[in-house]
Every structure is written in structure tokens, then in C-alpha cells.
């Protein structure tokens, strides 16, 4: 070979040689770029999901404070406080809590005691929900009732045993509104609507109409289905709005309830009597004078005559009038009306000392009972308001599902749901916006034109002025990148450590 030959070789060889160092050195920058891509997205999420997870600390660092810096006369503050602090920064991202509540969106948490709880929503409740049918409601029932008798069109372990679902009635509690999916008939559509992801917020896949799943109205609005009007997590808190352990109706010392309530040692004594009787609650004192709940054991009886649905006398049945002869009809279906101080037979005579013409409720009955022990002194409003907050006739060794938040329950409920008379309902919105920490006590109500005693005593069955459990969906984002990761965990403060009982990350 001669010498030029030789010369082509080694340059062909040289050039191969470059050309395939340059594949190598290429490849190993992208595979390099795309770990390098990889990792910058990794550790955004990580900085995202931090940030997410900042905003939840947040709010559950509030919510503690609150519960040990309570302030009897502002049950809002805590609401207030985590608004202002919806929004926040980390050092290497940001976090964004919010919520939708009767469609409109909201800054902070979403308050789960501003809906109705499933356990224990009526029946009329429950069929005033939109697209709900009888057959639902009644499986509903079904699932949470704790026997296997059929209700109606409802379903039993053998409907869901034939149909070789895999699970059957739960006969006790619903752990999640989800949960409500596996009843039969109620469909994910009715249970979600447009929030497909149940976290409570209006996704850019929740707007955009037909476009993406799943199928909405693009109008800016949330249409949570079901899920805008029902919980299964809020719960009655034992903690009273004063910070301490609520004392119960039943079984209360005399000294602890003058102290903590700044009541008399008779009006304590009284308390313990009526906390002694059957199905006793405070929130009965809304309806009944003290003087009248306290002499009911007593043991005086008084005649039942026509129209007696009025107060009740000694040895009567609280609230319901049994006892103690009225001559001005009955509080319910009597021709005497049912006024606070006024002069109508409206609630009859209570038998004993807590006679009408003492009590300030109803002066015209005749007390036809027996006179008992001296008559008790009525609670001043200071005093019922202090009742209603730190007494409680719940058991609290096992969990009590939560009433509605007065403050917070959305107009959509009260008057379509609950079908709560429409010029109340205007009456109670219009009082809590009127007043930035809300309505401190149902008692309040009381002065509120068309809010009679009965009234009141049917709100405060299903109303309290606060809540125990905040859902907190909290949407982090890195800074560097702005990738997103959102965070909701159901955080319940009924007593500290504050917990989180559901948590979920996407």
C-alpha cells in the first residue's frame, strides 16, 4: 500500500473516529438535560408540595390558637383569621386555600359545619336535596340505620348481596361523603356534580364545558351536586366557645354550675333537677322558663285539660305541657299565641312555683298543680347565654355528629333544604353580616321579628354558632417553576392537639 493510501486510511478513520465521539458527547447531553429536567421538576414538586403543606400547618396553627384564646361574644374570629391568612409565602414557593360555598368562592377553609351532616339529616332533609328520589333517601336510611329491616324503597344487605357488589350496608355511620356512592341509586353524578374531585374547588376542568371530563356548565360557578349540601365529618365539639370543657346537663355539682354560669345556688339546683329527666337538653330553656324546668320533678301534678301543649308544670314532661291546666289554649294548634312577656294563654300555667304569672312567658294560664318549693328565678339573657355555651346534654364518649354552624350555613340550605320560613331565614343572614364576629348565641335570636319561643327551639336543635372541623384544601406552587400540588386535609379542633382525620394529596 502506498504511502497516499495509508494517509486516506488514517483520515477516514480520524473522521469516523470525531464523528463518533460527537454521537457520544451528544447523547450524554440529553440524557444529562433530561435528568437535569427530571430532577428541576422533581424538586418542584417537592418545593410544592411543602408550600401546600405550609398553608395546612397554617391554618391548623390558627384554628389552636383559637380554641385556647377563645372569646365567648366572637365565634367568627377564627374564620376571620384563617382568611386573612389564606394566601401565603415560603421561601421557595407560595400557598392558596380556598373554597366554593353556594357556589361562590371563598378565601380560607371550607367550614364543614356549614352543611348538613349526613348521620343525622332528616327525612325531609334529605328529599329536598336536588335530584334526590324517595328511593334514594329511604336506602340512605337503610345504610345508616343499624338493622336490616328494609325501609320502604329502600335496600338491605340482600340487595347489595344479590347483586354480588361486594360490600354490604354499613348499619351504622357514613365515614365519607364518598361513601355515599356505594348506596344504591345514588350515582357519582348526583354525589359530585361538576366537583369531580370532591375538593371543594373549581378546577380549569370544571369550566371549560364539554371540552374535558367531566361534563360542566362553564360559567365560573361551582355545582358541587350533593356534596355542596352534605358532610359526614362535622362533629359537636366537648370545648365550649369560653375555652373550657363543656359541663353536662346531667350529673353537674351545684358549685361547679354557680361558678361557671354565674348563676344562683337555686337556679343551680333547678338545673339539676330538670338535668335529671328524660331527653333533658339546655337548649330546652329557649322554649321553657327556668321556673318551670326546674320544679318539673318535683312531683305536683297538675290537671291536662283541651289545647295543653303549653309549658309544663310539676311533674310535668319539660316543653311539652302535659301538666298544669291552661284556660288560654295551647302553645301549639290553641287559640292563644306564644309571646315572650306577653298576657295570652298561649303556653298555659306551669303547676308549682313556675306558674305563669311568674315566669314572663305566658301570664294567662291558671296553674292547677299543687304549690312546690319557692318559685326560681328565671335566667337573665346573660345567664341563658352562658347555659346554651357551657352546658351540653351530648355524650361525649363517642362521637356526636355536628349541627349547622348558624354563622356560616349557606342561604340555599335554610331555605330550600331545611325549608326554613324564607323571612327567618332573610332575618338571620342579614343579622350575622350585619356583625363581623356572627351571632354569638342562639339566644340572640330571640329579638328577632318573626322568631317565636317554638321557633327557636326547632333552630337550636339543628343550629349551633360555631364548628369543630374545617376542610383545608391548600394548593402549593414552586416558585422556580411553578408547578402546582394541592393538599386537602379535613383538620378537626374540637380539642387540642388539633387532628387531622382525612388526607389526601394530588
Do not use: C
Amino acid at each position: 500500500m502506498s504511502a497516499g493510501s495509508r494517509r486516506g486510511s488514517v483520515v477516514v478513520v480520524v473522521v469516523w473516529s470525531v464523528a463518533i465521539a460527537a454521537v457520544l458527547v451528544a447523547a450524554t447531553q440529553v440524557v444529562s438535560f433530561r435528568q437535569a429536567v427530571v430532577g428541576r421538576e422533581t424538586l418542584a414538586r417537592v418545593q410544592a408540595r411543602w408550600a401546600a403543606r405550609a398553608g395546612v400547618e397554617q391554618m391548623i396553627a390558627i384554628m389552636e390558637f383559637h380554641l385556647q384564646n377563645a372569646d365567648p361574644n366572637d365565634p367568627m374570629a377564627v374564620v376571620r383569621d384563617m382568611e386573612a391568612n389564606a394566601i401565603g409565602e415560603t421561601a421557595t414557593g407560595s400557598w392558596d386555600i380556598r373554597h366554593y360555598l353556594d357556589g361562590i368562592q371563598w378565601a380560607g377553609p371550607m367550614d364543614e359545619g356549614a352543611k348538613l351532616n349526613i348521620n343525622v339529616a332528616s327525612r325531609l332533609a334529605l328529599t329536598n336535596l336536588p335530584g334526590m328520589t324517595p328511593d334514594v333517601v329511604d336506602a340512605i336510611i337503610d345504610w345508616r340505620d343499624e338493622n336490616d329491616e328494609v325501609e320502604g324503597l329502600g335496600a338491605e344487605r340482600d340487595y347489595y348481596s344479590n347483586r354480588s357488589l361486594g360490600y354490604r350496608p354499613r348499619n351504622g355511620n357514613f365515614r365519607s361523603l364518598a361513601e355515599l356512592e356505594l348506596v344504591a341509586g345514588a350515582w357519582p353524578d348526583n354525589v359530585r356534580g361538576e366537583d369531580w374531585n370532591l375538593n371543594g374547588r373549581l378546577d380549569p376542568n370544571e369550566n371549560d364545558g364539554p371540552r374535558s371530563f367531566p361534563n360542566d356548565k362553564p360559567d365560573g360557578k361551582l355545582d358541587g351536586g350533593w356534596s355542596q349540601y352534605l358532610t359526614a365529618f362535622s362533629k359537636q365539639s366537648p370545648v365550649s366557645l369560653s375555652g373550657e370543657d363543656k359541663l353536662p346537663l346531667k350529673g353537674s355539682d351545684e358549685e361547679g354550675l354557680t361558678k361557671r354560669l354565674a348563676i344562683s345556688a337555686e337556679q343551680a339546683r333547678a338545673l339539676i333537677a330538670y338535668g335529671n329527666q328524660p331527653n333533658a337538653r339546655p337548649e330546652n330553656l329557649l322554649i321553657t322558663p327556668l321556673s318551670q324546668l326546674g320544679n318539673a320533678g318535683a312531683g305536683n301534678t297538675g290537671n291536662r285539660t283541651p289545647g295543653g301543649m303549653g309549658g309544663s308544670g310539676a311533674g310535668g314532661t319539660a316543653g311539652r305541657g302535659t301538666t298544669g291546666g291552661s284556660t288560654g289554649g295551647g302553645a301549639r294548634g290553641g287559640t292563644g299565641s306564644v309571646a315572650v312577656g306577653g298576657t295570652s294563654g298561649g303556653r298555659g300555667g306551669a303547676a308549682g312555683g313556675g306558674g305563669g304569672a311568674t315566669s314572663g312567658r305566658s301570664s294567662g294560664g291558671r296553674s292547677t298543680g299543687n304549690a312546690g318549693a319557692a318559685a326560681v328565678q328565671d335566667l337573665n339573657p346573660e345567664q341563658l347565654r352562658a347555659v346554651l355555651r357551657e352546658l351540653t346534654g351530648d355524650d361525649f364518649t363517642k362521637p356526636v355528629p355536628g349541627r349547622m354552624n348558624i354563622n356560616t350555613v349557606p342561604e340555599a340550605v335554610l331555605k330550600e333544604v331545611l325549608e326554613i320560613d324564607p323571612r327567618v331565614a332573610d332575618a338571620i343572614i342579614a343579622r350575622r353580616k350585619s356583625k363581623p364576629e356572627g351571632i354569638a348565641s342562639l339566644a340572640d335570636l330571640s329579638s328577632m321579628s318573626g322568631i317565636n319561643p317554638q321557633v327557636l327551639g326547632q333552630l337550636a336543635t339543628q343550629f349551633d354558632v360555631t364548628s369543630s372541623v374545617y376542610t383545608v384544601t391548600s394548593r402549593g406552587r414552586a416558585a422556580s417553576t411553578g408547578a402546582e400540588v394541592e393538599i386537602e386535609a379535613v383538620v378537626d379542633k374540637s380539642k387540642l392537639p388539633a387532628t387531622i382525620i382525612s388526607y389526601r394529596e394530588q
